[in-house]
C-alpha cells in the first residue's frame, strides 16, 4: 500500500483593508492625498491644456502688442509650424497645412520665410524676409533668436529631422513692447496671474482639497463606525444586556478592542449564571434544613401542649410524653 501524504494547508490570511492598522491608515490617507490629485492632473492636463488653450486663445497670435500671454501666443505658433515641417506628409500637404497656423499672423501684418535644406520652401511675400529682419536686429541664420523690441519682432528657429533641416523666421515691423525694458508691463502681468493662471491654479488646489477631503472623510469613516459599535455595545451591556455582541471583525487596534470587549461581556455573563446558581443552590440547601429542623421540634411542641392541657393525667403517660420530647430535640 502506498501511503500519501498530506499536506498541511496553511491558513490564508485575510488582506482586507479592514485589517489595515490605524497608524497605517492615517499613512496611506497623507499619500493618497498627495498621489491621487497629482496622478488625477496628469491623466487630464492634456484636456485641460486643449481646453485652457482654445478658452484663453494662447494657440494663436492675437496681437502685436507685447505681453506675457502674446510671447505664449508666438511660442505655441512656432512650434505648431516646426511639427508640421517635420510630419511624414509631403512637402504639398506641409504647406497646405502651414496655412492653418500662418494666416492668422499674417493677417497681423507677419512675414514668415522657411527655407528647406538651405532653399527657399515657403515665403509670406515676394520681399526679402530676411533683410527685413536684419534691419530690425542682426540676425544669423544657424542661431536661433527670439527679439521682441520697439522697432519689431524678429524669431528665428530651427526644425530637424534626419533626412531634411528646416530654417523659420518670423518679421513683424509693427510689433511694439510697451515696456522696452522689462520686455512686459507689470499689470498685464498681474492680470494673467489674478486671470487665466489663476483660475489654473485655483482648478488645481481645488483638485487636491477634492481629493484630500474624500479620502479623509473614508478614512474618517472606516475608524468611526467601529468606534460607534464599541459604544453601543458598552451601553447595551450597561443596560443589563449581556447577550449583545459587537459585531466587527478586524486583526488591527480597533478589532482587537472588539474582541476584548466581546470577550469580558462573556466572562461577565458566565460569572453572573455561576453567582446565581450558586445562590440559587443556597436557597434550596437553607430551605431544606429548615425543613427537617422545624418537623421534630413540631413533634415535641406538640407533646409539651399535651402536657400543659392535662392530657397526659396518669403518671406513666406523662413519662411517655417526656420521653417523646426528649427523642425529637435529640432528632434535630
Known amino acids: 500500500m502506498s501511503s500519501k501524504k498530506t499536506k498541511k494547508e496553511k491558513p490564508k490570511k485575510n488582506r482586507s483593508s479592514k485589517n489595515l492598522k490605524i497608524s497605517t491608515r492615517i499613512f496611506l490617507t497623507a499619500i493618497l492625498g498627495i498621489l491621487i490629485p497629482i496622478i488625477l492632473i496628469g491623466a487630464f492636463s492634456p484636456l485641460l491644456i486643449y481646453f485652457t488653450g482654445s478658452y484663453f486663445n494662447i494657440s494663436s497670435v492675437t496681437t502685436n502688442s507685447y505681453s506675457t500671454v502674446n510671447q505664449i501666443q508666438w511660442s505655441q505658433t512656432i512650434s505648431s509650424i516646426s511639427n508640421s515641417l517635420l510630419s511624414d506628409e509631403n512637402d504639398k500637404k506641409k504647406t497646405e497645412s502651414l496655412s492653418e497656423f500662418i494666416s492668422p499672423i499674417e493677417r497681423l501684418g507677419s512675414s514668415i520665410y522657411i527655407e528647406k535644406n538651405g532653399k527657399p520652401f515657403y515665403s509670406s511675400s515676394k520681399s526679402d524676409i530676411l533683410k527685413e529682419a536684419n534691419e530690425i536686429v542682426n540676425v544669423n541664420k544657424d542661431e536661433n533668436l527670439n527679439y521682441f523690441g520697439n522697432n519689431g519682432l524678429v524669431i528665428v528657429t530651427h526644425a530637424n529631422s534626419k533626412s531634411d533641416k528646416y530654417l523659420i523666421v518670423a518679421v513683424n515691423k509693427n510689433y511694439t513692447v510697451k515696456n522696452a525694458s522689462t520686455h512686459y508691463a507689470a499689470k498685464e502681468f498681474t492680470n494673467l496671474l489674478l486671470g487665466r493662471t489663476g483660475i489654473i491654479a485655483l482648478i488645481i488646489v481645488a483638485v487636491f482639497v477634492l481629493a484630500i477631503v474624500i479620502i479623509s472623510f473614508i478614512t474618517s469613516k472606516t475608524i468611526v463606525n467601529p468606534i460607534k459599535k464599541i459604544a453601543d455595545g458598552a451601553d447595551e451591556i ?95
Do not use: W
Open 238 to 332: 450597561a443596560r443589563g444586556n449581556l447577550d449583545y455582541e459587537i459585531d466587527y471583525k478586524s486583526k488591527n487596534e480597533l478589532g482587537q478592542t472588539v474582541e476584548s470587549f466581546n470577550q469580558m461581556r462573556l466572562r461577565l455573563k458566565n460569572s453572573i449564571e455561576k453567582q446565581n446558581k450558586a445562590d440559587e443552590q443556597r436557597k434550596e440547601l437553607i430551605a431544606g434544613i429548615a425543613h427537617d429542623v422545624r418537623t421534630p421540634l413540631t413533634s415535641a411542641k406538640g407533646y409539651a401542649q399535651g402536657l400543659r392541657d392535662g392530657i397526659a393525667a396518669t403518671p406513666e403517660k406523662q413519662k411517655k410524653y417526656i420521653d417523646r420530647i426528649c427523642s425529637s430535640i435529640d432528632d434535630t
